[in-house]
């Protein structure tokens, strides 16, 4: 199975300070049919997940554009350009080229 | 507004059965692949499998494809998981997703004698 391994795995951060958070692949997540399948959720206190971002840096319906990917390959970043308050929760990368789909182990943003 | 909704979780024996049952509104649910997937008390994720838009392909999570099995309705916009000889790591809260776009509120399902 692919190991997606996140950093850092807490972050405190200030309100309008940016933030970056990394997602590393143990195998290239890039498809034989070009694409590369590595998503980005969003999992606020007492809430389901929320996609933010797919296929490494479009941003997904609805979500603020501070948040941002980037990133190819093997190695991954989820950058929030500006923290506000309602962005506190645990953060997940997703890959989807290999079966079977696996997830990061999380990166908790916490709030100063 | 898109809503999936989960049901059919609880408290349930080791070697029990278990159907999970996620009922869809909101989006053309027979457009969509849709997915399980759970998240441990200590909040890791794990993907349990897919089924494909018409129900004619599965996907599974190699450790989990002998007990679980994913199905659904698309006249009753009905995503099912049947979950067989459940064990106490199958402890968690499972969520129904359409191609990871939409998420459930989840069910807490307890594997405990």
């Known amino acids: 199975d692919v190991v997606l391994t996140q950093t850092p795995s807490i972050l405190s951060a200030t309100i309008g300070q940016s933030v970056s958070i990394s997602c590393r692949s143990s195998q290239s997540l890039l498809d034989s049919d070009g694409n590369t399948y590595l998503y980005w959720f969003l999992q606020r206190p007492g809430q389901s997940p929320q996609r933010l971002i797919y296929l490494v840096s479009n941003l997904g319906s609805g979500v603020p554009n501070r948040f941002s990917g980037s990133g190819s390959g093997t190695d991954f970043t989820l950058k929030i350009s500006g923290v506000e308050a309602e962005d ?19 990166t908790k943003l916490e709030i100063k | 507004e898109v809503q999936l909704v989960e049901s059919g979780g609880g408290l349930v024996q080791p070697g029990a059965s278990l159907k999970l049952s996620c009922v869809a509104s909101g989006f053309t649910f027979s457009d969509y ?37 994913i199905s659904r309705d698309n006249a009753k916009s009905t995503l099912y998981l049947q979950m067989s000889n459940v064990r106490s790591e199958d402890t968690a809260t499972y969520y129904c997703t359409g191609s990871s776009d939409y998420w459930g509120q989840g069910v ?4 405990s004698s």
Request: charged share 15%; net charge positive.
């Open chain 1, 88 to 106: 506190l929760g645990v953060y997940y990368c997703m890959q989807a080229t290999h079966a079977p789909l696996t997830f990061g182990s999380g």
């Open chain 2, 108 to 111: 807490m399902v307890t594997v």
């Open chain 2, 33 to 69: 692949w849709m997915s399980w997937v759970r998240q441990t008390p200590g909040k890791t994720m794990e993907w349990i499998g897919d089924i494909k838009y018409d129900g004619s392909y599965t996907n599974y999570a190699p450790s989990l494809k002998n007990r679980f099995t």
